[in-house]
């Protein structure tokens, strides 16, 4: 079992010790498989490895959504043990916010468009619990999913422009037999709504143009938010009932022609 530390004086003081390098996996628990693949590679690549499970209360829209969040401690302690994690910070919101919530990370320009437009202050919240994150981890390496690939753009913005210590390492996204990338929020879907999200991935890899995929995605019965090509990838978010699903596949992945 990984030696469990929620005081991040107690952790500095205890990666002060080690020697070799840390990887650190950042999560908000209710883990699966994307989580766990982070983890191993940081395994493969470092001498030790850190992993936090803090639901982070700023990056939530709604505060029924961080209670609603799917808390699964002990499950998630197993399946880190088993991926080889030696160390899980897991704080209270006490630790992590002894200013109140009075400073945060803001960016200007990223983080107010595609899912900044549609969960405005998301990206404050997430910034400002990786930066506390990544000074308290004092890590090496720090593993980010390119499932959230406007959150990892983020954050490597954030560790330039601070001048962090740590090298951001994109792990790509695990996807089920499917297609479907792994979520947290799958967990919330039917069996007829996990069926009919793989159109989301298949959709983004076609031949068809951003409006297109989101009058499609509409067809089928989402409630698309947005579509967009950028940064190398195509980039989408649609509801699917009460669930709100992200995904993006790099542009070497569509189709260059229109057939879907
Ligand atoms: O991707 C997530 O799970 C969260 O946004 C993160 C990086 C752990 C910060 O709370």
């Not at 590679?41 to 709604?62: G, M, W, Y």
């Not at 160390?87 to 916010?97: L, S």
């Not at 499609?216 to 019965?221: I, W």
Request: hydrophobic residues 40%; contains cysteine.
């Amino acid at each position: 079992m990984p030696t469990i530390v929620s005081d991040p004086k107690k952790w500095q003081k205890l990666r002060a010790g080690l020697k070799g390098s840390v990887g650190f996996v950042p999560t908000m628990g209710n883990l699966h498989e994307g989580h766990i693949e982070l983890c191993r590679r940081a395994r493969k690549e470092c001498d030790h490895v850190l992993a936090s499970i803090f639901v982070n209360p700023t990056q939530f829209n709604q505060r029924s959504d961080y209670e609603k969040y799917a808390r699964t401690f002990d499950a998630d302690c197993k399946l880190l043990g088993e991926a080889g994690v030696e160390y899980i910070f897991n704080p209270d919101e006490k630790a992590m916010y002894p200013d109140n919530y009075e400073l945060q990370v803001t960016e200007t320009v990223i983080s107010k468009e595609l899912e900044g437009e549609f969960r405005p202050g998301h990206f404050q919240g997430m910034l400002t619990v990786v930066l506390k994150l990544l000074n308290i981890a004092q890590a090496d390496k720090a593993y980010f999913g390119e499932k959230d690939f406007q959150q990892l753009t983020l954050v490597k913005k954030m560790v330039e422009a601070f001048f962090i210590p740590t090298e951001i390492i994109p792990v790509p996204t695990v996807r089920a037999d499917s297609g479907l990338a792994l979520s947290s929020r799958n967990g919330r879907l039917s069996p007829e709504q996990l069926k009919k999200a793989t159109e989301i991935s298949r959709l983004l890899k076609s031949g068809y143009s951003d409006e297109e995929v989101m009058k499609k995605l509409a067809e089928a019965g989402f409630k698309p938010e947005y579509v967009a090509t950028k940064w190398g990838r195509r980039l989408a978010a649609a509801w699917l009932g009460d669930v709100r699903l992200i995904d993006n596949v790099p542009l070497s992945e569509v189709k260059k022609d229109r057939a879907a």
